[in-house]
């Protein structure tokens, strides 16, 4: 039976989901809105860790969507949380500007240079990868340093098809090192019992929305959630069929899917 009208929570994938690149897809705002006519939240909730919240804030105001910091959850945010539990003398950040400022915002002991008291090498999507960063990844996995990375993610979709993402980055470093890093965001719960937390809705309120089924579906799954599996991005029919991850619900887009809760 489909309960899609009763969710109140909707938790949204970005890149693949509402828009790519700088197109936003058909129907996006309609859902948006049909989500605040009904009295409910959505959470956008994002693997990326390139870049900060402010700059999705950017982003989306110029696809005309209006959006807060409230409107987020990154995984650096549950990455932050993570490594603050830990306890860390000093962690290499191996990401872009933009998330090592994240990280040192946070109160995070930062660095991006070898240094002899680093005991933690935490990794982003770097859209700012050099050669450099690879070798002083692999000399700091080489000396057994914790080893943690914001997400799995092997490709990041843009206009022409695909660029390599967190996870293929980590595969690179372990056929170097032999090492694997703890993964933190999507396909981890964390995220998404985050965001309940934050808005006070209950799981049997709550959906994700996605286009891959190895981050975000199994996210939702492993929050025991609702997952709604978008044919806009990354992932295929195919993909579903091979999987033993299983999406609740399937559609074309987030068009689609808007005029099934409209029309119902």
């Not at 969710?7 to 970005?14: C, G, S, T």
């Not at 090498?121 to 960063?133: A, P």
């Given at each position: 039976m489909n309960d899609l009208k009763n969710?109140?929570?909707?938790?949204?994938?970005?890149d693949g989901t509402i828009y790519l690149d700088d197109?936003?897809?058909?129907?996006?705002?309609?859902?948006?809105?049909?989500?605040?006519?009904?009295?409910?939240?959505?959470?956008?909730?994002?693997?990326n860790s390139s870049k900060g919240i402010d700059k999705y804030i950017e982003k989306l105001d110029k696809l005309g969507i209006?959006?807060?910091?409230?409107?987020?959850?990154?995984?650096?945010?549950?990455?932050?949380?993570?490594?603050?539990?830990?306890?860390y003398k000093k962690i290499y950040a191996f990401g872009t500007s933009s998330f090592k400022e994240q990280l040192e915002n946070s109160g995070l002991p930062i660095t991006d240079k070898l240094e002899n008291d680093i005991d933690c090498?935490?990794?982003?999507?770097?859209?700012?990868?050099?050669?450099?960063?690879l070798e002083?990844?692999?000399?700091?996995?080489?000396?057994?340093?914790?080893?943690?990375?914001?997400?799995?993610?092997?490709?990041?979709?843009?206009?022409?098809?695909?660029?390599?993402?967190?996870?293929?980055?980590?595969?690179?470093?372990?056929?170097?090192?032999k090492r694997r890093p703890i993964f933190i965001g999507k396909p981890e719960p964390t995220m998404a019992l985050l965001a309940m937390e934050k808005t006070g809705f209950k799981k049997h309120e709550t959906a994700l929305i996605g286009d891959r089924l190895y981050t975000d579906i199994a996210c939702g799954v492993n929050a025991g959630i609702s997952s709604i599996f978008v044919l806009s991005g990354e992932g295929t029919i195919e993909d579903v069929e091979k999987s033993e991850i299983k999406p609740k619900y399937i559609y074309n887009d987030i068009k689609e899917l808007y005029l099934d809760l409209h029309i119902k």
């Open positions: 969710k109140k929570l909707f938790l949204l994938d970005m197109d936003l897809f058909d129907g996006t705002l309609d859902f948006l809105n049909y989500v605040k006519k009904i009295g409910g939240r959505y959470i956008f909730l994002t693997n209006k959006s807060t910091t409230d409107d987020f959850l990154t995984s650096t945010d549950a990455t932050v949380l993570y490594l603050k539990k830990k306890r090498l935490c990794m982003g999507f770097d859209t700012e990868l050099s050669f450099q960063k002083d990844a692999c000399i700091l996995l080489g000396k057994g340093v914790d080893y943690i990375a914001t997400n799995p993610d092997w490709v990041c979709p843009t206009w022409y098809g695909y660029v390599p993402d967190c996870g293929s980055v980590s595969e690179m470093l372990y056929n170097a090192t």
